[in-house]
């Protein structure tokens, strides 16, 4: 549910409320990774015209949420906004994956449109996710610039965490990519640098 600004103090404001209960359903959590590129958190957290994108939005839930026997999935979402209208929102949501082996899942988008949401000089568009799995042991995290740009420029970049506690420990984190002489852990993904491109095509780009 998506409500008018209610005001919380410094600027914030809460714009909408909303959850998620999942039955005999688990998460894809690969799939989900990978649609963060894609900016596929918009249609899991608020999404927009949910009638007329209605087939959208069944798919990709679908497609992150496959029927999973003796499964569940319950948590709360929220989404905020910073600045009146807001030129900043964010949504964050926490899943918790049941019975054992158990996950928590945190979901999250950044969105910045300065200097008004109507006509931007600078969108930033970001979407991040987390997963504390226990059976495994692991806790990752993955974030993605996606359709965000300065001006003319597009902007685009990756970042990913792995750790593991483990019987072997593990500890990775990049911005961009890792030096080509580090060997990076098992599934650690191949990452887009950060980049803002000023050219056309790959005629001239700073990363």
Known sequence: VELAPIQLGFGFTLNGVGGMAGIHRTVATEVLRQSIRAGGMNSLMFPRD????????IADLRAFFPPATNRFL???FIKLGWGTPSLITGN???ILE???PVRILILGQLKVALPVPELPLVSLNLDLLGVID?????LSLDASL???RVTIYSVYGDMALRLSWGERPIFALSIGGLHPQFRPPPNFPALRRCTIEIGVGNNLRLA
């Open 74 to 76: 319950f948590g709360p």
């Open 50 to 57: 949910p009638i007329r994108n209605a087939p959208q939005i």
């Open 146 to 148: 996606y359709d965000s």
């Open 98 to 100: 049941l019975p054992d």
């Open 134 to 138: 226990f059976g495994e042991q692991m």
């Open 92 to 94: 964050l949501g926490v």
